[in-house]
């Protein structure tokens, strides 16, 4: 009898909403309603902005990252 699941999935980026939607009626709503079952979701953001990113949007970004209590942020220069 299976006992894990795991799985990975790239959002459309214009349909984020409706996508994360879905897969929490299709997918998640089947597993946490199981007895005992400990259902851990997270969002990866992973972004490359080869003409770099406005010092504004950094901030923004940055404080947003911080008030929505993100794990982990930051920005790279290369």
Known sequence: MAKRFHGTVTLDTTRVGRDASRI??????????????KVTVTLDIDVDIPSGVPDNVVRIVTENSRTLKFATHGFEKE
């Open 24 to 37: 929490a009626e299709e997918m998640i709503s089947h597993l946490s309603g199981l007895v005992g079952a």
